[in-house]
């Protein structure tokens, strides 16, 4: 895909959405860090629901701390893997307790030195809080760049370096933000809404249009 094509996808989707955020509800950078170790293998949308609940009773690293891993267990039981994450969302708490005043650090290696926090998580944080510049791949990223061209990788730390190289500067700050929204709702896994895709002719994917072709894509 050359440099031409890719300033185009992203000044479409920039076009369409000129401010995207994040579909997670949150209150303060604590809310959004909880809120994204709870969406591993699980739905914004699941998500949403039990920090609906969550967070008015535990709003702080003191108050989650507070709470204990059986009561919040019990909040956020609809969520996949709920044990496990109760475990770390409480470590996390008292770890930002005892090293950040309860804060959530701005610096990569803070955040990945917390429980339950990973690189992706990581690169949310510092995209959503911190606004910087820096890509987290999900599996909606990693289907919809290895699938479109945009860029190919065969892991996820592949396909964040691509992106980080490809995307023009002017762009990378939100870049995260609308590729993870047309990998959810237009590029999808099983089928992809290739009939009404803002990006459809820029798209190198071989099969596009096969299965549900109505009309060529709009240009913008």
Not at 42 to 50: F, G, H
Not at 101 to 123: F, I, S, W, Y
Request: with cysteine; hydrophobic share 45%; glycine share 6%.
């Amino acid at each position: 895909m050359t440099p031409e094509t890719v300033r185009e996808i992203f000044r479409r989707l920039a076009a369409h959405n000129p401010e995207p955020r994040t579909e997670l509800d949150y209150a303060s950078p604590y809310q959004l860090l909880v809120s994204v170790v709870l969406s591993a293998q699980a739905t914004d949308k699941s998500v949403n629901l039990a920090t609906r609940r969550l967070f008015p009773v535990a709003p702080t690293a003191a108050a989650m701390v507070a709470l204990g891993e059986e009561k919040l267990a019990e909040y956020i039981k609809t969520i996949g893997l709920f044990r496990g994450k109760a475990k770390n969302v409480v470590a996390l708490s008292r770890l930002l307790l005892e090293r950040h005043d309860g804060q959530v650090p701005g610096e990569r290696a803070a955040l990945e030195a917390l429980p339950g926090v990973g690189r992706k998580t990581a690169n949310v944080v510092l995209n959503t809080v911190f606004r910087q510049p820096v890509m987290a791949v999900d599996t909606h990223i990693f289907r919809l760049a290895n699938r479109t061209g945009l860029a190919p990788g065969k892991n996820v730390a592949e396909v964040e370096a691509a992106l980080m190289r490809n995307v023009p500067p002017e762009y990378l700050l939100n870049a995260h933000h609308w590729l993870i929204l047309h990998g959810r709702y237009v590029c999808t896994a099983r089928k992809p809404q290739c009939g009404g895709c803002r990006l459809g002719e820029l798209c190198l994917w071989p099969q596009k249009y096969a299965a549900n072709a109505i009309d060529l894509p709009p240009s913008q």
